[in-house]
């Protein structure tokens, strides 16, 4: 592991919330624009959370890669949707055990390549 999947210096006070699978949650995301934000909520329910690699080409780290914290979830029509975690996500619990502390970010990265198309 190297240290893009170890990045405890990126914010000693972050925290990472690890919800169990088949839980059911809403998830607020807040997108910024120029002079307001927009929020959109996604509810279904949880297939996995973990760690993803990043295609994106241009923000790189020392290991030359970046991981990205991620939720995939299934809505009441069977979509899948896969939702990055970061700083302006808000994940409430509507039905299942609570989340788990989690370390931040999460150690073990994705073996499904398929969400990895940012």
Request: glycine share 8%; hydrophobic share 30%.
């Amino acid at each position: 592991m190297d240290e893009s999947q170890l990045s405890q210096s990126l914010r000693p006070g972050q925290r990472t919330l690890v919800y169990a699978p088949g839980s059911i949650v809403r998830v607020t995301e807040q997108i910024s624009r120029r002079t307001q934000s927009h929020a959109i909520a996604v509810t279904g329910r949880v297939l996995r959370q973990e760690r993803q690699e990043s295609g994106s080409w241009f923000a790189r780290n020392k290991g030359g890669r970046l991981w990205l914290d991620r939720l995939i979830i299934e809505k009441d029509d069977g979509e899948q949707v896969v939702l990055n975690l970061d700083d302006y996500t808000h994940i409430e619990l509507l039905h299942g055990p609570l989340p788990q502390d989690g370390r931040t970010p999460m150690i073990e990265p994705a073996q499904d390549r398929t969400g990895s198309l940012t």
